[in-house]
């Protein structure tokens, strides 16, 4: 730097040898003098008399160094924005914001030049006589003086931190040695710069390299963090600070040594006057000011944790690029571009949901809830996967100083991108079912029966001998606050959530292809990582293992994210385009180019038809007062949806969507398996036992949908099916139902099935080899087939497939 005031040290070089470095290093100079077109032989032509062998080594020496200054691009603080524009958080290894010359203040660039380079115009990249004075004094064993230029200074800097960028501890080493060697190193370096940049270009590039403070590199970052303001509105006296700082980042930080930073400080005010940059005026203003009326300080917590109630969301998309093999190949690639590329990470986020959506979950049960219990609230736009909101009843803290209240864990979304482990979704899996159901040629108003029953076998091609079997069975029970018959519809069964229906709904389908239609939707066990194609590809039974059961892949007792959940059912609300979740809209590199990045993927994974019988049908649990939606209909917008209540009442959940909006809401402990009892939401104290999806979950959905619909014009949803039984409404039969195929099942597989649809059975055995497993070839009457309920169905019967 310009000036030291350090004494000598003990054990300093003795005269004659300090000389003769200093002559090498002369005649060093010398050679870099002549070769950059700076006339300094006349100046240093005594010295190359005295010895031509002398002077030869120097020209070798000088000979060894670089001519070019070859280093990576700075790292950069990345910014993540909302989508309106505003900041929420940054991201760096060095907390650096690169800004043009022309946002600079001129009274800061004025302080730089005039205490560290005051003939910074004038020069070609070294200073003769700045170089003279500081060898003549390092020499006589004097006060250490730098002699660099502004010049040198950025190179220096930018060796340095280009070392430090790659980890490359010989290239600190030499970036930050003591020897005249390496003086002459930027001596050559600086020299061929001035021939390829401007004035303006090198003192631009010093000023975002240096160090303006402890933590701040860039005088970009250290006007924010010292007078919470831009470099391009500093004052003379905040900039006559901030040039004073960079001699001694941590001598002169005004935070912790205020009286060394003030008289410093002064130093840099005196000098600007001397070069007739301030006037008196100015000077006696500034320099009277105490040092600690000037700050105003802005500390900035890197990352996530500054972005108060989004750092939830910040965290995944942080996490979602560092998944993202897009992005760029290696997870050192891109984490190195997120710390320290300069991005701008434009988000889906918008604030004013957010805002909305935070305040709702901490009023409900606010984060420092005695009971412990989580709250969250998730948004997808259907039709293009953005996700709008994702918020909870906790602040994030991913540091070890977390308290109560505070967390890491982001309740909303899978455990590879910040998540738990999912919770458990209840019945908001049944929609799956249904899509299933649909698919397979069926009608919402076909009837299944709703009596509770042991059930040991459902088909499930996928696992061994092409069935689910256990001897104990499953015996699913139901929680319904109507009367039900024995048999309903398809649609009452999903308007009151009827679990035995359901369940007789699986046994005439297949738990792989329920489980794998739930996967094509996106709804996916928790666990997995959705950046990773495996997930996709492989086999369903591998990915469910022993969770693929009727109590999982029909009632839900699976562990599944709220924003996957989400997602799925956009799916509905989107005329069957599902479209994988993202939280960014485009990443822009410090150039301003558009950065790759595998973003929403949007693919028709459902018939038109079938997904608008789902949203029409999900509608109904909302408008019907008697179902589980209780009527808490969103005022003036067609809206569907389901809730779900897991096992034990230990999480329960409202998935619901409109035309514009998918949102998932969670309730329950994030730690441990309790039921919630004992504590008030909205004035109403929980009663153990008594807690659904819609006693909670349901009045946040709606409140918060409500708000978030207002001043949107309504998207309608499609009109009712056709093919309506006369009598549908529940405790009421159908005339007719549809007798299911069973071809190719085992003979008690096949009476379930049946007996399920509300049909008795009778079986008739077709002449054949006495030995072998008997498989049913056909029913009478034929599959298909509009039957009462009660009728009977006569199973034929044969030891080969027929």
Known sequence: MARSTSSRPEGARSLPVALAQTLYLLLGLVAVALLGGVLLAAFFLPAVSASSAVAEDGVTLFDSYPSELEVEPLNEASRIEASDGSLLATFYTENRIMVPLEEISPNIQHAVIAIEDKRFYEHGGIDPKGMARALASNAGGGSTQGGSTLTQQYVKNALLMDAVQRGDQEDIDAATEQTYGRKLREAKLAISLEKKWSKDEILNGYLNVAQFGPSQYGVETGAQHYFSKSAKDLNPGEAALLAGITNGPNQYDPVKHPEAGQKRRNEVLWTMLDQGYIDQADYDKYTKQPVEDMLKIKTVRAGCASADGSGFFCDYVTRTLLNDQSFAPTAAERRKLLYGGGLTIKTTLDPKLQKDAEEILNRKVPADSASGFGHSIVTVEPG???????????????????????????????????????????????????????????????????????????????????????????????????????????????????????????????????????????????????????????????????????????????????????????????????????????????????????????????????????????????????????????????????????????????????????????????????????????????????????????????????????????????????????????????????????????????????????????????????????????????????????????????????
């Open 384 to 802: 293009t996967g953005k996700i709008l909101t994702m918020a909870e009843n906790r602040t994030f803290n991913p540091y070890a100083d977390a308290g109560a209240g505070e967390t890491a864990i982001n309740y909303n979304v899978p455990k590879s991108l910040g998540g738990g482990s999912g919770f458990p979704v209840g019945s908001t899996f049944k929609p799956f079912v249904l899509a299933q159901w649909l698919e397979s040629g069926k009608s919402i108003y076909d009837t299944v029966g709703t009596k509770r029953e042991v059930m040991k076998t459902f088909p499930a091609k996928c696992l061994n001998r092409g069935r689910w079997y256990e001897t104990a069975g499953y015996n699913p029970d139901n929680a319904v606050s109507v009367p039900l018959s024995s048999m309903e519809t398809v649609l009452n069964a999903t308007k009151f959530s009827v679990n035995t229906a359901y369940a007789n709904m699986a046994r005439q389908l297949d738990l792989c292809d329920i489980a794998d239609t739930a996967r094509d939707l996106g709804a996916i066990p928790a666990t997995y990582n959705p950046y990773d194609q495996t997930t996709w590809d492989m086999p369903i039974d591998e990915m469910y293992g022993t969770e693929l059961a009727p109590s999982v892949v029909v009632l839900g007792e699976l562990r599944i994210s709220a924003l996957d959940m989400a997602s799925a059912y956009a799916t509905f609300a989107a005329e069957g385009t599902y479209c994988k979740p993202t939280g960014i809209n485009e990443v822009v590199d410090r150039n301003g180019d558009k950065m790759e990045t595998t973003g929403s993927k949007c693919d028709q994974v459902m018939d038109k038809s079938v997904a608008d019988e789902i949203a029409w049908t999900l509608e109904q649990d909302l408008t019907d007062p008697r179902a589980t939606g209780k009527g808490k209909v969103i005022p003036g917008h067609d809206a569907g949806g389901k809730t779900g209540t897991s096992g034990s009442q230990f999480h329960t959940w409202y998935v619901g969507f409109t035309r514009q909006m998918s949102t998932a809401v969670w309730f329950g402990h994030p730690n441990a398996n309790v039921r919630p009892a004992g504590f008030s939401v909205d004035g109403e104290v929980l009663q153990s036992g008594k807690v659904w999806g819609n006693t909670v979950s349901l009045p946040t959905w709606q409140e918060y949908m409500t708000k978030a619909s207002e001043g949107l014009p309504n998207e309608a949803f499609p009109a009712a099916p056709s093919g309506a039984a006369p009598n549908t409404a529940a405790g009421k039969p159908a005339e007719t139902g549809t007798v299911p195929d069973v071809s190719g099942n085992y003979l008690s597989a096949a009476q379930s099935t049946l007996q399920a649809a509300g049909y008795t059975t009778k079986v008739v055995r077709e002449p054949s080899a006495t030995v072998g497993q008997w498989y049913v070839i056909g029913t009478d009457p034929a599959p298909g087939t509009k039957l009462a309920p009660g009728s009977t169905v006569t199973i034929r019967q044969s030891s080969g497939k027929g």
